[in-house]
């Protein structure tokens, strides 16, 4: 099944009440507003695009050990996929899908890490329960995000309920701002110049990571050109 469908297959189960969380009507229409809000800001469109060159990061796993896009670079092409945390059922859906991908992506001599603003141990809480082998970073503050033009603030209404949901960003995150990631993917050329974007202001809708693969298959048969 694609990514896309296993998503709109969660939205329909949440939005019907079959999660242990029941949203209420008045807090689907909070969600809904302020996904709305976001696509028509055009923050989107604002954000680092193809034919840009990817802004440089330095960023830790969860072991505290450094992996900078440098340093990824020098290896061949990088994968980069922006996500909200571990306690977002849709960023995991998507983690798990990169996951079956990997073998396709290494493959082409490529790398793969994604990145989030929460916490170490809430990295490796990742790592397990979706059983990963390529690494989680953490972004402290979504600098990187912000860097990427990706980083945009909760509105007033939104942070209460997700206060309501027990989804307490500051703890998640050790950060007082409630600030995350538009989820985002990224493909970037040894160059250092971005080849591919998707940019997503509504969190329910990630690309398939089959989409990757021409666009590293082009990187792949220019160097060897």
Known sequence: MALQDKLDALKADFEAGRFPLKPSKEALDIMHRATAEL?????AQRAKKAGDVAPEFSLKDPDGKPASSRDLLAKGPLVVSFYRGVWCPYCNLELQALQEALPEIAARGASLVAISPQTAPNSRKSERDNKLSFPILSDVR??????FGIRFALSSELVSLYKSFKNDLP??????????????????GR??????????P???????????????????AGRAA
Do not use: C, K
């Open 171 to 188: 703890t998640f995150n050790d950060d007082p701002s409630w600030v995350l990631p538009m989820p985002a993917r990224y493909v970037v």
């Open 39 to 43: 696509i028509a800001s055009g923050q």
């Open 191 to 200: 160059d250092g110049v971005i080849a591919y974007a998707e940019v997503n």
């Open 202 to 220: 509504d969190y329910t809708h990630r690309p398939d990571p089959s989409e990757l693969l021409p666009v590293l298959d082009r990187l792949r």
């Open 142 to 147: 979504s600098e990187v995000a912000d860097a």
